[in-house]
């Protein structure tokens, strides 16, 4: 396993040091990361980084394929527009966790801050707490998992995808409604929760599933040809 101090080191050098332990090792530890902002953005190597620390902004951003772990907190938008790869968080995020990702997987232990998944395109999000304001944002497609509590305007104008919430989803946005849950449903959350060691679930979990209503679907071909006409 190649090692990393990022004290003494910029932005720059950490990032590149990473990527050549990828390549070299397979496997990277970073020490002292100090929740310094945008380390391991733009990683397309298979392999693994692991994190001893917070990390501030952007961790992770627009990964593929690798698997980040960060033991510690992840500032705003950590696994922001992700396409592949793991990022797993052992404490909290903030702001726009998982934002505009398009496809791998974002675990956090902790709590999440506001506007966690907003325009979620694809992929997986599993909140092992609760999130803030506004998360689930303009859902497009993908899978999140809120293991506790969800703040005001959840779901807010979601097109496709499914959210399951275990606590109090209390205050949904507009077009989010509650449906049954399908035995695949369950069977994919639990192995979720298994798989990522989510803890303090009870037996049993009984989530509430919540997905569009589809009352907000106004676009149609003929408004495409009148853009069209229009550009």
Known sequence: MASIDCNG?????????IKKGLDEDGEVNVENPNSRHNLGV???QPGKVVFQGSVGYYCGGMLKQCTIEINGNAGWSVASDMQSGTV???????????????GGTLIVHGNSGPRTGISQKAGTIVIGK???YMSGFVM??????????TGDAFADSIYEGKLFVLG???DLGNDAIVTNSTEDDKLTINDLLSK??????????????????????????????????AL
């Open 9 to 17: 080191l910029s932005i720059k050098e950490i990032n590149q040091a």
């Open 42 to 44: 733009g990683l397309d």
């Open 88 to 102: 797993i968080v052992h404490g909290n995020s903030s702001a726009a966790a998982g934002a505009a990702m398009r």
């Open 130 to 132: 609760n999130v803030d």
């Open 140 to 149: 497009q497609r993908g899978l999140m998992v809120v293991c506790g509590d």
């Open 168 to 170: 109090s989803a209390d």
């Open 196 to 229: 990522y060691k989510i803890e303090g679930i009870p037996q049993n979990p009984e989530f509430k599933k919540i997905v569009s209503g589809k009352k907000l679907y106004n676009f149609d071909k003929s408004d495409f040809k009148l853009w069209r006409v």
